[in-house]
């Protein structure tokens, strides 16, 4: 078992920055990946960023690469998701989510636990 509960979010002006983070507890962490996700109002969820708790392997979707970055803090159990330059687009419910065997790929149903979502809104 994996939980995750993300924090951070909240409302910043276009132009600014946000870091999310996503507390991870559970056995094993290291056999895990951990992605962020988030959800707009009559969108589909969309995969952001993947980090592999083992080494550190980072992924981004192109829609964020160059604006977003992940990181891991494996003593912690933390991963962080540093938004800038967040435009009203980027408007969304951002969760995390952990997928086994050091996943990072499309396929939702590879991703096993997922938190609760933490609200960005970027708005004037």
């Known amino acids: 078992q994996v939980q995750l509960v993300e924090s951070g979010g909240g409302l910043v002006q276009p132009g600014g920055s946000l870091r999310l983070s996503c507390a991870a507890s559970g056995y094993t962490l290291d056999y895990y990946a951990i992605r962020w996700f988030r959800q707009a109002p009559g969108k589909e969820r969309e995969g952001l960023s993947c980090?592999?708790?083992?080494?550190?392997?980072?992924y981004y979707t192109d829609s964020v690469k160059g604006r977003f970055t992940i990181s891991r803090d494996n003593a912690k159990g933390m991963v962080y998701l540093q938004m800038n330059s967040l435009e009203p687009e980027d408007t969304a419910v951002y969760y995390c989510?952990?997928?086994?065997?050091?996943?990072?790929?499309?396929?939702?149903?590879?991703?096993?636990?997922w938190g609760e979502g933490t609200q960005v809104t970027v708005s004037l």
């Open positions: 989510a952990a997928a086994g065997s050091w996943y990072c790929g499309p396929q939702m149903d590879r991703y096993e636990y």
């Open positions: 980090i592999s708790f083992s080494d550190g392997r980072t």
